[in-house]
């Protein structure tokens, strides 16, 4: 008898970022700051998080801690980093952006987490959702 392996298909991650009460949308406002390369390499990994989801492994994304997890964009020998959760089964948060020197500091992970707090709390209020 012959078995055949079942392909199972990972359901398209929703992309969500997150946005302060007055507006502001800490990601975005970062990555306008990046040369015009860092742009493009950022966007093309957040498209590879939204087909990926949770199956989005090194060296693209890596778990940093408390549900914090990381893209990992390198651009001339230049590691930045868009920091990200996910909430439910099929939406990521991003929430800020940095290069990195040595590791990710606390104090951003700390941000991150702050910043899904406030998004679990009031998703409508904090959320500015990309265009397609």
Same mark, same amino acid.
């Given at each position: 008898?012959?078995?055949?392996?079942?392909?199972?298909?990972?359901?398209?991650?929703?992309?969500?970022?997150? &946005?302060?009460?007055?507006?502001?949308?800490?990601?975005?406002?970062?990555?306008?700051? &990046?040369?015009?390369?860092? &742009?493009?390499?950022?966007?093309?990994?957040?498209?590879?998080?939204?087909?990926?989801?949770?199956?989005?492994?090194?060296?693209?994304?890596?778990?940093?801690?408390?549900?914090?997890?990381?893209?990992?964009?390198?651009?001339?020998?230049?590691?930045?980093?868009?920091?990200?959760?996910?909430?439910?089964?099929?939406?990521?948060?991003?929430?800020?952006?940095?290069?990195?020197?040595?590791?990710?500091?606390?104090?951003?992970?700390?941000?991150?987490?702050?910043?899904?707090?406030?998004?679990? &709390?009031?998703?409508?209020?904090?959320?500015?959702?990309?265009?397609?």
């Amino acid at each position: 008898m012959r078995y055949l392996k079942e392909t199972v298909k990972v359901p398209k991650t929703d992309i969500v970022i997150y &946005q302060e009460k007055d507006g502001s949308v800490p990601l975005v406002k970062w990555l306008k700051k &990046q040369p015009r390369k860092v &742009q493009d390499k950022c966007v093309t990994m957040i498209d590879m998080l939204a087909a990926e989801g949770f199956e989005l492994r090194r060296p693209y994304a890596d778990y940093l801690d408390k549900g914090i997890y990381e893209l990992r964009p390198i651009v001339k020998r230049v590691q930045y980093r868009i920091l990200y959760c996910f909430v439910g089964e099929n939406i990521v948060l991003l929430t800020n952006g940095l290069i990195k020197t040595d590791k990710v500091p606390t104090i951003e992970i700390k941000k991150a987490m702050e910043y899904r707090d406030k998004f679990v &709390q009031y998703p409508s209020l904090h959320s500015f959702e990309m265009e397609d």
